[in-house]
């Protein structure tokens, strides 16, 4: 039991993460408003639509403010509440768009004392007309945002409640990063020493990394149904993760079609070790040389910095130890299958003859 | 120092001639990879009637990388078995692997630039930065080279070795074509607009990308080749 407390542990670090991914709530945050546009020195009535959030319980009315930078904004002239993510909020708009710009975009921002703020970027369009009226922008007016703390994830309009994908998707590629690597290290092992052992760990690594990459190609396609509109857009990350699962099926096939069971082992070590160093050019080099929707590149949210708030390090840091520790496990469970059943093979040989 | 080196640049020459005296006897080898690119720099013609530079570029490359396998396949393949023995108890693996990398990187050089010359003989793009264009297709060349003769070494171990050759190796590849399909889309003439070569720095770091892929790339062959020949 002593010997085995890794992979308990494994197994309740991978139980929690599953279940706190999916049932830790995400914050209140702004799903949309309409209209999306308007004029200088028009009054418009915005009807805005909440996710998650508490418009009728707030014991304070929610304050609803237009926000162009950190200077200027305006709020709402009269702010009326439907229900708990419905409320029209009215905005005489100003009679100019700051700088002289033609067309400029404003962010929406509603404070309650249940939800905290929530923002919606480039909530409306602004076009500059020749309408006149005496509306103009306030400055510094928007002010008293306490944050509210709790077991919550972050709300990002451009994810929603695929910001959970974080959680099984990215610890996946990590555990299969790493999985992969120390079958690299077992396959120089084998090199080295000869041993048989080794070059069972290292197909059995290979083959878990392998379903791991599998299962991160998977979750990564259904989170691009949602967030993407297609599950394959021939993105650049999608290529080079399909191309790098190749080259590990290239060392199974490599595997299968050599006869002879000592050379067989030495060359699909030596196979994996090269494959697995060319993996870091395919995977680190070519996403950079074109753009990608894929998070982290092109301005799109990634892990680091205020895209990952605290909440979400409690479940992903986890997550990321969690299935690492429990592929190393399964992959052991194969190599000592394949032990086992090299000896009864011998057994068998030894037998007959 | 030289009294190792010495002997092992005998040996080296001595592999090399062997190398071009094989492929002077049989010429139907080397003669029909030349072959194989006319009939497909023609069927590409034949069905494109106009092609821009864009498309030029990188059929040319594609045409190449098939080439490529074909030629270097051929120089493992073609002395299978035994002959390796005796290799072995002769030199040492490093120097024919040597020997074999300078003579297939040679072999590719002739081939690209071959390829390039019938693709200009019948219609191809203006090329505005020659030197650009050449660099691309050496360290193609090597990239190419080194990851084909290294992999033909290990698939001809096994059966189906053609399959399995490319198997191994496209997928290890494609990085390498990657950039050098991105360099020479570069080099060439895309619009009349376009009279001068792009600046240095627009490509620096992809041509740094691309000689530290064959680096890698060619490093690891020589470190790991000694291992496969072991047999």
Redesign the interface.
């Known amino acids: 039991m002593v010997k085995h407390w890794w992979k308990i542990l494994a197994v309740l670090i991978l139980l929690y993460t599953i279940f706190a991914g999916i049932l830790v709530p995400l914050k209140p945050g702004i799903l949309e408003v309409y209209p999306i546009t308007g004029e200088t020195g028009q009054s418009i009535n915005l009807k805005v639509t909440g996710y998650n959030s508490h418009y009728l319980d707030a014991q304070q009315k929610p304050r609803v403010w237009l926000k162009y930078d950190s200077v200027f904004a305006i709020s709402a002239s009269e702010v009326n509440l439907i229900n708990n993510t419905r409320l029209d909020a009215r905005f005489n708009l100003p009679n100019n768009v700051p700088g002289g710009k033609e067309v400029t975009e404003l962010s929406l921002i509603i404070h309650n004392d249940i939800d905290g703020p929530s923002l919606l970027p480039s909530a409306i369009f602004l076009k500059q007309t020749e309408n006149a009226s005496a509306n103009s922008w306030q400055s510094d007016i928007i002010s008293n945002l306490p944050l509210k703390e709790g077991i919550q994830f972050p709300y990002r309009s451009n994810l929603q409640e695929s910001i959970r994908n974080l959680y099984y998707h990215v610890p996946m590629w990590f555990a299969m990063m790493i999985i992969l690597l120390i079958a690299a290290i077992y396959s120089f092992l084998y090199?080295r020493k000869k041993e048989d052992k080794y070059d069972h760990l290292a197909s059995s690594y290979s083959a878990v990394g392998l379903v791991l990459g599998i299962l991160g190609l998977v979750t990564g396609m259904i989170w691009a149904k949602y967030t993407w509109g297609r599950a394959w857009s021939w993105d650049v990350k999608q290529n080079v993760s399909a191309?790098?699962l190749?080259?590990y099926?290239?060392y199974f096939?490599?595997r299968s079609?050599?006869?002879d069971d000592a050379?067989k082992k030495?060359?699909a070590?030596?196979?994996n070790?090269?494959?697995f160093?060319?993996l870091?050019?395919?995977l680190f080099?070519?996403p950079r040389?074109s753009d990608s929707l894929h998070p982290g590149n092109g301005g799109n949210p990634a892990m680091g910095g205020e895209d990952l708030d605290n909440t979400m390090r409690l479940v992903f840091y986890p997550a990321v130890i969690g299935w690492i520790l429990f592929s190393a496990w399964i992959a052991n469970l194969f190599s000592r299958i394949k032990s086992i059943r090299e000896k009864l093979d011998i057994k068998k040989y030894e037998i007959s003859s | 120092m030289s009294g190792i080196l010495f002997p092992m640049n005998n040996q080296l020459v001595a592999l090399l001639k062997k190398d071009l005296k094989i492929d002077f006897r049989q010429q139907f080898a080397i003669l029909g990879i030349f072959l194989f690119v006319a009939t497909t720099v023609f069927i590409v013609f034949f069905s494109f009637k106009q092609i821009n530079p864009r498309e030029f570029v990188i059929l040319y490359w594609i045409i190449f990388l098939f080439a490529a396998q074909n030629a270097i396949l051929k120089s493992f393949v073609q002395e299978s078995g035994k002959r390796h023995l005796y290799y072995y108890t002769l030199t040492d693996p490093i120097t024919v692997l040597i020997s074999k990398l300078i003579y297939n990187i040679i072999l590719l050089l002739l081939i690209a630039f071959g390829t390039y010359a019938l693709f200009q003989l019948l219609a191809g793009p203006e090329i505005i930065d020659p030197k650009l264009f050449i660099t691309a297709i050496v360290l193609g060349s090597l990239g190419i080279g080194s990851v084909f003769s290294?992999?033909s070494a290990?698939a001809i171990?096994?059966?189906?070795s053609s399959v399995?050759l490319t198997?191994?190796s496209?997928?290890?590849i494609?990085?390498v074509l990657?950039?050098c399909i991105?360099l020479s889309i570069m080099s060439v003439k895309l619009n009349e607009a376009m009279i001068t070569p792009l600046p240095f720095e627009e490509y620096q770091s992809?041509l740094a990308?691309l000689g530290?892929?064959d680096v890698?790339?060619l490093a690891?062959s020589l470190v790991?080749f000694s291992?496969?020949w072991k047999?």
């Open positions: 090199l191309i790098s190749l080259i099926f290239a096939i490599l079609s050599i006869d050379s030495r060359l070590s030596v196979y070790i090269y494959a160093i060319a870091v050019p395919l080099v070519i040389l | 290294f992999l290990i171990k096994a059966h189906n399995l198997l191994l496209f997928p290890i494609i990085p990657m950039l991105k992809d990308m530290g892929i890698i790339l690891m790991l291992t496969i047999n």
